[in-house]
């Protein structure tokens, strides 16, 4: 400060005009070095003309690890630095205070507003500070903290997703009864990304007994509502349902239709449902919509045929059709047209517009849209690829083989970036040299990323 005041020729006073910091508070920093606040320090680092944040690090070495630390001073370092993302900083706070868990629940509330606020980075630090400092204790808290950084983590990455998710599992027990709800919603769906079909039976299996105990205690007769009682994300009565839903698409998986059917016959009667208000009836009417459809998929991966236009009519019928909806509707035609040889170059010429739009995947916090639907789209470029290959029609074929093979490498899918090797492999004789040129510079910086990734092989002499 002393030497920005002589370098501009300037007095404290008309430096505290210029930065809206009373002068005794700047005295009392200079002379005294008593912290000012972060706010303050903002104020003078703008009248200076440097960069929001500049001081940051001296602030936190000598106003917060050389000192005791105090909270009042350090909630608001961190939300600044939170909304800088000044993340290195906040480690440093976290790691230094965390030696003292009297602080963990003040950090706990911290980054559950930082995690509300959408800063997820940040929060993320900060739930692994009280998680680390909690780690032998059994409280709710510990396992709130492993269910948001659960949340966090998980992201296209699927080979990260899997360690993610088992880390968590262990906590589920730990949780409110009715945050169990969701977050064994959201494992099911991440394993369901990961094709752990045991993982996603298991799971579904829990959820529906929990929720249909939570629903039969909601409607215990002469029960009174709690105040401020916790609430699940949807309607309690589908997580019942949503649970059918689940294995009934692990049975499909395995290629029993048979029980996939009875699993989609129970989500699509919900007669059993209490409420009757309009909330209810949209998730009633959506569980029905899902269950009409899947009663036909189910039919055309079994072999029959007959129903494809059946379908095709579901399909023109829907309203409100998503993305999500559309891609995994194609990918079941695709399914059936590669597995029982059928010719559906109309269809995809009707949907043509449609596809094209499939590069461009949805964003959302939805643990379902952000897992399952990156899969979807990659295993329906696969199919695709696949399908043309097989008609002779190279150019398309090859377009949807590059894009699914991109998508594999982004997913970290192993199996689905080997099937895409190993289609094009048996095609290449028919691709134009760009085309091959493209592929073996994807392999090739795939071999890169893994190399740079896992550690230079040891050679073979």
Known sequence: MDNYLRENNLTLAEFAECSGVHQRTLNN?????????????????????????SFYERYIEHYIIERSPDWRRIEPVLYRCAELDKLEAIQRVVGHIMDKLLYSPKLFDAAERLFAQGRHAAALLLYEGVAEG????????LAICQYRMFTIQVGDDQSRNLKVATLFEPFVERLDEIDQLDALKDLANVYRSLRQWDKVDKTARIMKEKAKIQYSIKHQEKRKPREHEKKTRGPLFGYIAYADLLCAGVYEAQGDYQQALQYTYAYANLDWVKETDEDTRHWVNLFRHWAKANVIVNKLLSGDVSVLYEYLNYIDASSDTTQEDRVTQLLNIMITANRYQLDVNDILKQFETEIESFSHQPSSGDIYVQQVMPDYFA??????AYYYLHQGMYSDGFKHLMNASIKANILNNETYFIN?????????????????????????KVWLNNVKKNGTANRCE
């Not at 903002?42 to 944040?53: I, S, V, Y």
Request: hydrophobic letters at 45%; a neutral charge; charged letters at 20%.
């Open 29 to 53: 920093w200079i002379l005294k070095h008593r912290p000012v606040a972060i706010h303050q320090l903002d104020r003078m680092t703008l009248a200076m003309g440097l960069p929001e944040g």
């Open 134 to 141: 909690e780690k032998y204790q059994h409280s709710e808290r």
């Open 420 to 444: 895409c090797m190993g289609l094009f492999v048996r095609f290449q004789a028919h691709a134009f040299p760009e085309t091959k040129a493209g592929f073996f510079n994807l392999i090739e």
């Open 379 to 384: 295993w329906f470029g696969y199919e695709m």
